[in-house]
């Protein structure tokens, strides 16, 4: 089996910080891309940003400039280091990761279960 288990999220006012954390465990063979998205209330799920294994990265044009993500691919591990927060940001952040398994020929995504995000004064 594999999991992603996501930490760091919480209550913070306009204008900070917060850190997410999103590591992998498991029978995990390879890690491929990794990546964090949000789901605020009533609206869709969308990507915030997404690192590959050689360290590209993705920004939503809302999160650029704030947002850095990265990873440390010995941990299985990947961060979302969160800036300059807006109440706009508060949503339930997601960690997903290509993962191959060990014995397995194909990559499938997989999530974590979710931390919230609230930014309010």
């Known amino acids: 089996q594999v999991q992603l288990v996501e930490s760091g999220g919480g209550l913070v006012q306009p204008g900070g910080s917060l850190r997410l954390s999103c590591a992998a465990s498991?029978?995990?063979?390879?890690?491929?891309?990794m990546g964090w998205y949000r789901q605020a209330p009533g609206k869709q799920r969308e990507l915030v940003a997404t690192?590959?294994?050689?360290?590209?990265?993705n920004y939503a044009d809302s999160v650029k400039g704030r947002f850095t993500i990265s990873r440390d691919n010995a941990k299985n591990t990947v961060w979302l280091q969160m800036n300059s927060l807006k109440p706009e940001d508060t949503a339930v952040y997601y960690c997903?990761?290509?993962?191959?398994?060990?014995?397995?020929?194909?990559?499938?995504?997989?999530w974590g279960q979710g931390t919230q995000v609230t930014v309010s004064s």
């Open positions: 997903s990761a290509r993962i191959r398994r060990v014995g397995a020929a194909n990559y499938i995504d997989y």
């Open positions: 498991g029978s995990i063979f390879r890690i491929n891309a």
């Open positions: 690192i590959t294994s050689g360290g590209s990265t």
